[in-house]
């Protein structure tokens, strides 16, 4: 069945550290591919897209992802985090077909630790 | 510029009642497209409406309707209130229809609790 994953629910890293985010898809064509974050009480917010070219992405607040076509993924980055950056972050996809619009991943929650 | 904008922000239905929602869309923004957020179900598309038209509608019974006017302002409805209907219905706008990979843009959400 066509889906997008996000296979870890919750991650928990230190103040400082990297981390990654992972997001996977399932669809016969490639997609174009979205990072959104959602603070609590709050909206999404775009964090980066991919839709062709480079597969690395360079996105705002540091993020960075990239699409790897033979594992159908789209991880999504960060060298140093930041308090802040806890939130929920959700992976997304557009679809060039007329039935199936925009798909999310069940989102991962970031916790940071000071 | 604005973002987009949605109103109510938060309210409480009971149940059986009917509900209406609204959403402004970015200024030039041709595209809005609704979202229900829930703990269980996580963010489910509603449907999108481009140029008046709806594109095309997610997997939600017909007590969920939507229509967009000539200004691309749009409104969802949810009639005959059920309490698994609590949730944040998120509206997004964005210049293209969902499939030309336009870039989409969030509200902040409604929050409806249905008692």
């Known amino acids: 069945a066509q889906s997008v994953t996000q296979p870890d629910i919750h991650i928990t890293v230190s103040e400082g550290a990297s981390l990654e985010l992972r997001c996977n898809y399932s669809?016969?064509?490639?997609?174009?591919l979205f990072w959104y974050v959602q603070s609590p009480g709050q909206g999404l917010q775009l964090l980066l897209k991919y839709f062709s070219g480079d597969t690395l992405v360079q996105g705002i607040k540091g993020f960075e992802a990239e699409f790897k076509r033979s594992q159908s993924s789209f991880n999504l980055r960060k060298p140093s985090v930041h308090w802040s950056d806890a939130a929920e972050y959700f992976c997304a996809v557009a679809l060039d077909n007329y039935g199936q619009n925009f798909v999310f991943g069940p989102g991962t929650r970031l916790s940071v630790l000071p | 510029k604005a973002g987009v904008t949605q109103t109510p922000r938060y309210l409480i239905k009971t149940r059986g009642q009917q509900v209406t929602l609204s959403c402004s869309p970015i200024?030039?923004?041709?595209?809005v497209s609704w979202y229900q957020q829930t703990p269980g179900q996580g963010l489910q598309f509603l449907f999108e409406?481009?140029?008046?038209?709806?594109?095309n509608k997610g997997n939600f019974p017909g007590r969920f309707s939507g229509r967009q006017f000539s200004n691309s302002r749009s409104e969802m409805n949810v009639s005959t209130l059920e309490l698994g209907d609590s949730a944040l219905y998120l509206c997004?706008?964005?210049?293209?229809?969902?499939?030309?990979?336009?870039?989409?843009?969030f509200g902040e959400g409604s929050w409806l609790t249905v008692v």
């Open positions: 200024s030039g923004h041709r595209s």
């Open positions: 997004a706008s964005s210049l293209g229809p969902l499939s030309s990979g336009n870039t989409i843009y």
């Open positions: 409406y481009f140029s008046e038209t709806q594109r």
């Open positions: 669809y016969g064509a490639t997609p174009y």
